[in-house]
Nanobody
Framework: QVQLVESGGGLVQAGGSLRLSCAAS????????MGWFRQAPGKEREFVAA???????????SYTDSVKGRFTISRDNAKNTVYLQMNSLKPEDTAVYYC????????????????????WGQGTQVTVSS
């Protein structure tokens, strides 16, 4: 099982930016999909973004509609780290953000379901003030 440690959360004004990082250890990072989910107070955890393992067509990505054009997921396989660059932040982006590692090696697509992820970080708080 992979261990995940998130960092980079904090308090930011609406319109600002934050970059979340997730450092992974424990297995061949580059062959697994990685994702970000978030949970706002009183709400279910929801998918934010995911990135697949590098295949012939690169590293596929997927985003929930509400963050498209504002958030970018990327990975640095040499550092075993996945990032979530968040721009133009809105108060509704306020949540605990969780990093997740794919359940299976060789996932050359960007999964969106919690069931596709087998390891989770402890979460990092992102608060966007209006």
């Amino acid at each position: 099982q992979v261990q995940l440690v998130e960092s980079g959360g904090g308090l930011v004004q609406a319109g600002g930016s934050l970059r979340l990082s997730c450092a992974a250890s424990g297995r061949a990072f580059s062959t697994y999909a990685m994702g970000w989910f978030r949970q706002a107070p009183g709400k279910e955890r929801e998918f934010v973004a995911a990135i697949g393992a590098r295949g012939l067509s690169g590293e596929p990505t997927s985003y929930t509609d509400s963050v498209k054009g504002r958030f970018t997921i990327s990975r640095d396989n040499a550092k075993n780290t996945v990032y979530l660059q968040m721009n133009s932040l809105k108060p509704e982006d306020t949540a605990v953000y969780y990093c997740a590692a794919g359940r299976y090696s060789g996932t050359y697509y960007a999964p969106r379901s919690e069931g596709d992820f087998g390891s989770w970080g402890q979460g990092t708080q992102v608060t966007v003030s209006s």
